[in-house]
T-cell receptor, first 112, second 112 residues
Framework: DTGVSQDPRHKITKRGQNVTFRCDPI?????LYWYRQTLGQGPEFLTY????????KSRLLSDRFSAERPKGSFSTLEIQRTEQGDSAMYLC??????????FGSGTQLSVL | DQQVKQNSPSLSVQEGRISILNCDYT??????FLWYKKYPAEGPTFLIS?????DKNEDGRFTVFLNKSAKHLSLHIVPSQPGDSAVYFC???????????FGTGTRLTIIP
């Protein structure tokens, strides 16, 4: 197993466009998390899933953001009508229950 | 409202000496504390953790100290090695590894 995989590594888009990121967790992990990191800040929690159920969403996750984890395996994070303030590193992590998190390398989003 | 603070953005330490990274938190309800290490172009990697019922946890060269009355934790690395050069984030949670709140990070540089 190669760990948590995120695709794409980099995404450049124009303001107003929709973007979708994918995360493939470690196969035996039942929890999957999304975090966002902006320059000079630490990662900020966005949402997490236990299997296919989305258990919690941060108030940072506006209605333009939607995350899914169909069948409890990979997850997608979609941002609709992107804004320049959405530019950030989007990090995915997975864990088995409440054990330690393993992070992917992230998707760097730039909104022009 | 920054609930977890790392007031030193950077720290330089001679190889072989002790590195001490500090972290303060404001929410007394946090009961689990962690340190993550991040290399460029990679996601954060778990380093060490401590629950609020302890005041010290050690793992090889890494020791985390927790002072609950001062709402302060520190990470000691002894001896420091060049491979320790990275950004270190402290993080806190109310329950295990769910919904971590990260600090802004400290960039540690080990000087050979």
């Amino acid at each position: 197993d190669t760990g948590v995989s995120q695709d794409p590594r980099h995404k450049i888009t124009k303001r107003g466009q929709n973007v979708t990121f994918r995360c493939d967790p470690i196969s035996e992990h039942n929890r999957l998390y999304w975090y966002r990191q902006t320059l000079g800040q630490g990662p900020e929690f966005l949402t997490y899933f236990q299997n296919e159920a989305q258990l919690e969403k941060s108030r940072l996750l506006s209605d333009r953001f939607s995350a899914e984890r169909p069948k409890g395996s990979f997850s997608t994070l979609e941002i609709q009508r992107t804004e320049q303030g959405d530019s950030a590193m989007y990090l995915c992590a997975s864990s088995f229950d409440n054990e330690k998190l393993f992070f992917g390398s992230g998707t760097q989003l730039s909104v022009l | 409202d920054q609930q977890v603070k790392q007031n030193s953005p950077s720290l330089s330490v001679q190889e072989g000496r002790i590195s001490i990274l500090n972290c303060d938190y404001t929410n007394s309800m946090f009961d689990y504390f962690l340190w993550y290490k991040k290399y460029p172009a990679e996601g954060p990697t778990f380093l060490i953790s401590i629950s609020s019922i302890k005041d010290k946890n050690e793992d090889g060269r890494f020791t985390v100290f927790l002072n609950k009355s001062a709402k302060h934790l520190s990470l000691h690395i002894v001896p420091s090695q060049p491979g320790d050069s990275a950004v270190y984030f402290c993080a806190s949670s109310f329950f295990g590894n769910e919904k971590l709140t990260f600090g802004t990070g400290t960039r540690l540089t080990i000087i050979p």
